[in-house]
């Protein structure tokens, strides 16, 4: 195979995602292929395009599910998913219709970002438990009522930052958490530039999209190309760009490393470019960096690629595929009785699945997938405003001018409501 | 002051100081942007009123090539004022995009973004002509999104929500209520209740939501009413608002809503949101309706009991859990010890080291895994209970439990009794998850030489794949690993011949006769380059043959590699085999597997059954490389998965 031999230097010069990490099969862990359909945890799936698309394939190979419904605003991908998944199943555009069913257990929801928190909070209600892709939200403001939504009804949530579930993430965050790089001064995080570029020009949507209804709870604008499909994350009003959708991971990763991924930074400054040409607005270049109560710095720069760790004796550097520390050691390091031990997850779906059952939270719990998309806003917000912020992680306010707060939140376009 | 347009192209540089550096060309006149983030505020504020309408005009345009240009100078002249810095921006940059919004000079599109710029620096003078912005069939929704955004800064912007219920559409009246529950504006609880029994069906569905952002207590009864008898959705809308209440009052209050919405409750979720809720507003109070809810028909329920109960903070609960344990019913007694391994303190460890001791197999079973989940029994106590019991198991359940908790603990003194189970003939793959766990541990304590002995036990037994390469991972040294692989059965010694250039045309062709017996010393000519067979020794604990090294570097090539091997009897196997990329392999002169496409080695990826004749077996792999490294690893397993050590002939 070409580049399979990473090194950290490539790492730090890499721009491109790399292959999504392994999932193990609940086979490989021994678990019987067959279950009884009594047992089967029943699935809707809201959002059945890209990512949509490739979770339904995943559950549909995994014996513990039975996938019954899905839903889309776009006619040929909900004609599709229905085809990939059987007569049995039913189709809704309508995601309200489809939270109705009481046959369905669980939700799977992959739509654009800016309908995440509005779907997960009404399936919350409707006694869904949830999987939601990442970014979990769109705004800061959108968060602390998630949280609650899902806590009120008791819902099992799983967020789909799955690197988390990758043992190469695991055990650096454990060499971290363990003191064994000496005490944690700062953490680097980049994924690359964000693109620009997008056909700006103003077109009709394409046949078979319900373009009213994808827009939602944004602001409608005229339809142009990118708006719809994959590049959705480069326009403002559905997403937070590169900061987010690549945010949601490495910097999630970086909070699991320093403990604080239930919590956040209490500063945040940086700088960062727009893209000049194109229909893309999101942020293209950035350099932010994150203050921790206990003075441990996050720096998020578009110039690397990956997580690293730097404390007063080591280092360790992460990304998908790659592991490297120094000194070299480090990587035989294995915990001890005593030693903290991160969770383990046995591959983020199927962690999903064990945890509807035992109905404990799921290794990227709601909380958890707040607080690492919390400091992407985050970041977002200090790039526009171009000032030094204060944050306070525990109510998740910017402490700072009444207009700065406003950011937090962008009421949603009627007739939705949170 | 210069006003008027340039027609000309001028290079501009926007806003350096916020990091955004573009050079960007426009049509906007260069001294007018440059005043527009002029240091000084009368310049800014005499160039705010011009340019923003001049630019408003090109964002979402006909000819949109000076949108995205104009739109960014736009928003950071925003972003900028709503700074302290540039505080005394806001007033005219607020006026100029209402006033640009009321003009009708610019796209609807474009006075749509005015407003949403207006929304970060409008105040309460901007309030009025928003107000009247309302009834714009255009962009009536986008002042009502600014007014909403304002309110907490704008007095009056959600009292001109509430003013424009009463003449609105039912469509736009249920955008004034959403809106008036997103700025929290609960003087207009009143207003938004009266509208509960409106025809239209979005606006009650619109108040049930909104009273749960705005309402108090005094609108539960309307809530209840339609909680009550009401169909759904708006009986979810209406339990939620009533939960969303309850949280916000004070706890004596709130207590009698969430029991009834626990007793009234016709489905697990209704359950689960009242019993939240006396968790929380109940705390210890609550723990016997919580000790009994985990015994709930309803997963959901049962689990959200154990929730509440495993994070109620004060030892208390646990000593009342403790208290209740031996009194319950089994079950519910497996329930508590899960609940107990969740209370990190004293009281659960010593009520968990009890139960390990419990007459009753189930029960003992459920504490030793709490006992490893609970971070606050000692690591080292939890150990010398879990080695006691081993050797007593009373059955296959309670030996799983003390193995699968002697993984999770990995003290390393369980290491000896680990071994005496397996030397006892009780050997397992969980035997060995344990083992290897500990082995780890001790590792980690200095104690190599006792964890290298495990590691080879794993490569000599291990049937389960991770097992194999969990314990490769822990290797340290170049011997041991050459050990671990020749203990896992894998070919150790190969011949490689290559690389031979063009990948696809060794799909269907050979370099040599395959019928016939391969001579290791002859040369072989391809192309009319000649090459020779080399000998290649194994150094990968999961038996990969790294050809590049071995045979070199090779795009688009094929590589032959060649192992002989002696059965001492004719036997059935399987054959386990790994290859980046491609590959073609032969045992005796018979293909029996191929992979064409590209990937990475991995362990035993795939698995030929095959049949071993007895004395000497020849195995030949044709690996074909697409690009980067290229490798192979094979080894033989028994039927059941048990590595055969085969012998293997040498160079």
């Known amino acids: ?418 | 002051m210069r006003t008027g347009i340039r027609t000309t192209f001028l290079l501009i540089i926007l806003w350096g100081s916020l990091g955004g550096v573009h050079a960007q060309m426009t049509p906007v006149d260069e001294d007018l942007i440059a005043r527009l983030k002029s240091d000084n505020l009368q310049t800014r504020a005499a160039a705010i009123p011009v340019a923003v309408p001049e630019l408003l005009k090109r964002v979402w345009a006909e000819d949109m090539s000076w949108h995205h240009v104009s739109l960014q100078v736009l928003r950071e002249a925003v972003w900028r004022a709503t700074g302290d810095a540039y505080a005394d921006d806001r007033r005219p940059l607020a006026a100029a995009l209402v006033k640009g919004t009321a003009g009708r000079s610019s796209s609807v599109a474009a006075r749509s973004e005015a407003l949403e710029l207006a929304s970060l620096v409008a105040s309460s003078e901007s309030v009025p002509p928003l107000a009247d912005l309302l009834a714009d069939p255009d962009v009536g929704e986008s002042a009502r999104v600014c007014l909403v955004r304002i309110a907490s800064r704008a007095p009056g912007a959600a009292g001109a929500l509430r003013s424009a219920l009463a003449s609105a559409s039912p469509e736009r009246q249920v955008a004034l209520i959403n809106g008036l529950a997103t700025a929290r504006a609960s003087f207009a609880e009143q207003a938004v209740r009266s509208w509960l029994n409106s025809p239209s069906a979005d606006v009650r569905m619109a108040v049930l939501r909104a009273l749960g952002s705005i309402g108090g207590a005094q609108s539960l009864d309307a809530l209840w009413q339609t909680a009550e008898k009401g169909a759904q959705p708006e009986r979810f809308a209406a339990l939620d608002s009533i939960l969303r209440i309850a949280e916000n009052l004070p706890a004596e209050q709130a207590r009698p809503v969430y029991e009834k919405v626990y007793t009234g409750s016709r489905g697990s979720v209704e359950k689960c949101a009242g019993l939240a809720g006396i968790a929380r507003v109940r705390q210890a109070a609550a723990v016997p309706l919580l000790t009994q809810s985990l015994l709930a028909k309803e997963p959901d329920v049962r689990g959200l009991a154990a929730l509440a109960l495993a994070q109620m903070p004060g030892s208390s609960v646990s000593i009342r859990l403790a208290e209740r344990l031996p009194v319950a019913p089994v079950e519910q007694q497996v329930a508590i010890v899960s609940v107990l391994a969740r209370r990190y303190d004293a009281p659960s460890a010593l009520a968990l080291f009890r139960t390990a001791a419990s007459e009753r197999a189930e029960l003992r079973a459920a504490a030793y895994q709490a006992l490893a989940e609970n971070r606050n029994a000692s690591r080292q106590e939890v150990a010398r209970v879990l080695a006691e019991r081993l050797p007593t198991a009373q059955d296959a359940a309670e030996r799983s439990a003390l193995l699968s908790a002697a993984a999770s603990v990995a003290h390393p003194s369980l290491l000896a009794p680990l071994m005496n189970e397996w030397e006892a003939g009780r050997g397992s793959t969980e035997l060995l998850r344990a083992l290897l766990a500990v082995a780890d541990s001790c590792a980690a304590a200095g104690r190599e030489e006792d964890a290298a002995k495990v590691y080879l036990l794993v490569a000599e037994n291990a049937t389960d794949r991770s097992l194999l390469r969990m314990a490769a991972a822990s290797l340290k040294g170049a011997a041991l690993r050459e050990e671990f692989a020749s203990r896992a059965g894998f070919v150790m010694h190969w011949w490689v011949l290559g690389p031979l250039k063009g990948r696809d045309k060794w799909f269907g062709q050979d370099a040599f006769p395959l019928d016939s017996p391969v001579d290791l010393s002859a040369k072989v000519t391809v192309d009319g380059e000649e090459f020779a067979w080399k000998p290649a020794a194994v150094g990968d604990p999961l038996g990969e043959l790294d050809l590049s090294a071995s045979a070199g570097p090779g795009e688009d090539t094929a590589c032959y590699a060649y192992a002989e091997f002696i059965s001492p009897s004719e036997r059935d196997a399987w054959l386990r085999l790994g290859s980046d990329d491609g590959v073609i392999v032969s045992l005796n002169g018979q293909k029996v597997h191929e992979f064409k496409g590209e990937r990475n080695y991995a362990l035993d990826e795939d698995s030929v059954r095959v049949t071993l004749r007895r004395g000497t077996n020849v195995l030949l792999c044709k690996v074909l490389n697409a690009g980067g490294g290229y490798s192979v690893g094979a080894r033989f397993v028994d039927l059941e998965g048990r590595p055969l050590r085969l012998e293997q002939r040498r160079p």
């Open chain 1, 1 to 418: 195979m070409k580049d399979r031999r990473l090194t950290r230097r490539s790492l730090l010069k890499a721009g491109a995602a790399l292959a999504l990490p392994a999932i193990i099969p609940a086979r490989a862990l021994g678990r019987e292929d067959k279950v009884a359909a009594s047992e089967r945890i029943t699935l809707g799936f809201i959002g059945v395009g890209g990512m949509g698309g490739a979770h339904l394939g995943g559950f549909l190979r995994n014996p513990r599910v039975d996938v019954i419904a899905v839903c889309d605003v776009y006619e040929p991908h909900l004609r599709n998913a229905r085809e990939r998944v059987g007569e049995r199943c039913l189709a809704y555009k309508d995601f309200r219709h489809l939270l109705m069913r009481r046959d369905i257990d669980a939700v799977v929801i992959s739509t654009p970002d800016h309908w995440h928190t509005l779907i997960c909070i009404r399936a919350a209600e409707a006694g869904k438990d949830i999987y939601c892709e990442k970014p979990l939200t769109y705004s800061i403001g959108e968060g602390k009522p998630l949280i609650e939504a899902v806590r009120r009804y008791g819902r099992v949530f799983q967020v789909g930052s799955q690197q988390r579930s990758d043992r190469n993430f695991r055990f650096a965050c454990e060499l971290v958490r363990n003191g064994k790089i000496g005490k944690l001064h700062t953490v680097r995080t980049g994924f690359g530039r964000g693109p620009e570029g997008g056909d700006p020009a103003i077109t009709a949507p394409p046949d078979g999209l319900d373009w009213d209804f994808y827009v939602g709870p944004a602001p409608m604008t005229p339809f142009q190309k990118g708006r719809f499909g994959f590049d959705f994350r480069w326009f403002t009003e559905y997403s937070g760009g590169i900061l987010t959708d690549w945010g949601a991971h490495h910097n999630d990763i970086a909070q699991w490393g320093t403990g604080y991924d239930r919590s956040g930074p209490v500063e945040v400054e940086g700088t960062g470019a727009f893209p000049a040409t194109g229909a893309f607005d999101t942020v293209q270049d950035y350099d932010v960096t994150f203050t921790y109560p206990d003075g441990v710095k996050l720096i998020c720069s578009s110039r690397t690629n990956g997580v690293l760790f730097q404390g007063t004796r080591g280092e360790v550097a992460v990304n998908r595929g790659f592991l490297d520390a120094s000194p070299k050691d480090l990587l035989e390091w294995r915990p001890g009785s005593e030693d903290v031990r991160l969770y383990e997850s046995p591959g983020h779906r199927e962690d999903w699945l064990d945890c509807i059952r035992s109905r404990r939270r799921p290794i990227c719990d709601v909380e958890i997938g707040v607080s690492s998309v919390n400091i992407c806003h985050l970041a977002n917000i200090a790039i526009r405003l171009g000032r030094k912020l204060r944050y306070d992680p525990g109510q998740m306010r910017i402490l700072d001018t009444p207009e700065a707060e406003s950011l937090l939140f962008r009421p949603y376009r009627a007739p939705w409501s949170l």
